[in-house]
């Protein structure tokens, strides 16, 4: 009995180890589409700015502030996603690093939310400026759903 | 209609699908489908990011600059 308690005490902490992989690296993809998801949301949103200012419908001043508030986001995702790279690899980024970031993250989108509803003034363009702002918040979601273990 | 615009249409049309985060599980589900791994999806976000950063400086440096 003493001899077989080796071998099955080994498999259950190889099966254990490779279960916690398998979660880690499911989790860091998931980690990886929502970091892009929210890249996408930025470039959308300064896809947007540019074209309102191409055909005059906002001030440069308005301009100034919306593309500024866009600027801070991205270099904060920008820090997040540097830092959610190493996620799951050896000497890594921890969850408790990566949510600290992302609510960082959260907070500079919620300025640029109110940049945006200040500063455009054309109803059409606001809303679709709302609704780049909300990938991003979409795409922090499920961050935040991920690094806090709340499974998506 | 120009062909920038076109496409901007149809990226927020794109957009407004996917306010829940739960389309966004399906967005992934279907990016999962093109078989990239996780390192792959992060190096293609920071080229995003990246491209966005130079854009965002270079239309503030457009607007800083003084027309006549």
């Known amino acids: 009995m003493r001899k077989l ?5 080994a498999f259950v902490l190889i099966v254990v180890s490779l279960a916690a992989a398998a979660c880690s690296d499911a989790d860091r993809k998931k ?12 470039q959308t949103a300064l896809a947007l700015d540019e074209s309102l200012i191409k055909e005059n419908l906002i001030s440069k001043d308005d301009a100034i502030a919306v593309t500024s508030a866009l600027l801070d986001v991205n270099r904060l995702g920008g820090q997040f996603h540097v830092r959610a790279e190493t996620y799951g690899k050896s000497g890594g980024a921890t969850k408790t690093e990566l949510i600290g970031l992302a609510n960082g993250l959260s907070a500079s989108v919620v300025t640029l939310n109110h940049q945006g509803v200040l500063h455009i003034k054309n ?3 606001q809303t679709q400026f709302v609704a780049a702002v909300a990938v991003m918040q979409g795409a922090l979601g499920v961050l935040t ?3 806090t273990g709340g499974g998506k | 209609m120009n062909p920038a615009t076109v496409q901007l249409l149809l990226q927020l049309i794109a957009l407004a699908s996917q306010l829940a985060p739960v389309v966004i599980s399906e967005i992934e589900g279907i990016k999962a ?10 190096a293609d976000a920071g080229v995003t990011i990246a491209a966005n950063d130079a854009k965002a400086l270079q239309i503030l440096a457009d607007l800083m600059t003084p027309t006549e």
């Open chain 1, 5 to 9: 308690r080796s071998p099955i005490l």
């Open chain 2, 33 to 42: 489908q093109g078989g990239k791994t996780a390192d792959e999806i992060f």
């Open chain 1, 123 to 125: 109803p059409n363009s």
């Open chain 1, 145 to 147: 759903a991920v690094l």
């Open chain 1, 31 to 42: 980690l990886a589409e929502a970091d892009d998801d929210f890249a996408r949301g930025v």
